[in-house]
């Protein structure tokens, strides 16, 4: 060895006892417990202690996982009863939007539908992406569940829409009280702090329809209905690359059955 | 992100049962653990490092639990094998031996007995102790030390028993 020893530590020992030492230090701790059988002795110690710590503690981790902790059924009790803040400061926005936009969820055809959809999800969108466009932080979460969740009517499995191809990342997704039942929010954003919100929900007349240009104040969008769900897809983007995304959210959705 | 967190509960279940030594209780603290997780979900954007994260609510929750219990009257230690199962197929050699361990465990100091148990049992590795427990590694490492040794004193036979060793199988 060419290069200087260097001095053992306590906590090397440590190190040696928990294994997470590399080849070389292992060895080089190894030799010197055995030229100080006093200290190998001590370290050998707690290397029994330490397996005879995980035996007697083991028993907890091996046992099944009792209802109560069931993480599935946690997450379904908080959609339904545990609103979080900001989706109640959403909620209240969108319950102006839909006053304005007229009775889609009476069940009135598209046009009406479209018109509504897109007032909702202009609203959810300016609510969250300036609420949190300061920090990278999210209130979306857990996409898949959240969509499935909000899609559970339509008799088929829908995903959160993947972007990833087009440069938008999914930060999370949040479930949002509608007019009809609920919508979930998905919140995407790519490389350049741009956001994009997707918004999904049931629409009761059902239906599919081509995808046209929702304009909302200062900020375009798309909205379509495809087999009895409405999309909503905004971001502060130019318009032909709005259709391009809600081209692909929509093929891939038809590609996956979903 | 949820199958992530779902893969730590048998082990936030083994933490919680060694820190209080009773199973239902410690079930109540992993269902509070993983219900605060969910509420915090959307303050993390990265899927890294979520058993860390797991454990330092688990364990902030502790902390507040103690200090709410510590304005109660002291009640009577547990008996070692209370909340504890042993594997059906351990010797009665081990049996003892690991009670006796359990009330070692049981009379260490809370700073150090949460380092040995994440670091023992739980395989953490330092930096993730000191993330958990929200301080720096030199502190992880010396509670550590002193956990290890303290534990080998209470638990070795007094063979070799000086005063500084009944010392320290006395001060608390």
Known sequence: ?258 | MLSQIEACVPALRRYAAALLRNRQDADDLVHDCLVRALDKLHTRHEDGDVRAWLFSILHNLFISQRRRAASRPEHDPLDAAEGVAFHAASTQEDTLRWQELIRAVDRLPADQRTVILLVSVEDHTYAEAARVLGVPIGTVMSRLARARERLREMVSEPKNGHAESRRLRVVK
């Not at chain 1, 959809?117 to 898949?144: K, N």
């Not at chain 1, 969509?147 to 990833?164: E, I, Q």
């Not at chain 1, 690359?241 to 809600?246: A, C, E, N």
């Open chain 1, 1 to 258: 060895m060419t290069t200087p020893k260097r001095p053992i530590s306590e906590d090397d020992l440590h190190a040696y006892v928990d294994g997470v030492l590399d080849e070389d230090r292992h060895a080089a701790i190894e030799s010197y417990l055995q030229s100080h059988p006093e200290i190998g002795q001590r370290v050998a110690s707690y290397v029994a202690q330490r397996a005879d710590l995980r035996a007697a503690f083991a028993a907890p981790a091996l046992e099944p996982i009792p209802p109560q902790l069931n993480l599935s059924s946690l997450v379904e009790e908080r959609l339904r009863f545990r609103p979080q803040r900001w989706v109640a400061a959403a909620a209240a926005v969108l319950a102006l939007a839909i006053g304005a936009g007229g009775g889609w969820f009476l069940g009135s055809r598209p046009p009406a539908a479209i018109a509504t959809l897109s007032q909702e999800a202009a609203a959810g969108y300016a609510v969250f992406v300036s609420a949190h466009s300061q920090s990278d932080a999210s209130p979306f979460r857990e996409a898949d569940a959240l969509v499935g969740w909000v899609a559970h009517g339509v008799g088929r499995s829908v995903k959160a829409p993947d972007l990833a191809k087009a440069g938008y990342r999914l930060l999370g997704a949040a479930l949002v009280p509608a007019a009809h039942g609920s919508a979930a929010m998905l919140h995407y954003r790519n490389a350049h702090g741009t956001s994009l919100v997707i918004y999904i929900r049931p629409v009761p007349a059902g239906g599919t329809t081509p995808l046209e240009a929702i304009d909302i104040g200062t900020i375009d969008g798309c909205a379509w209905i495809d087999r009895g769900l409405g999309y909503s897809l905004i971001a502060a983007e130019p318009y032909g690359r709005l259709v391009d995304l809600s081209q692909q959210v929509r093929e891939e959705s038809a590609a996956r059955g979903s």
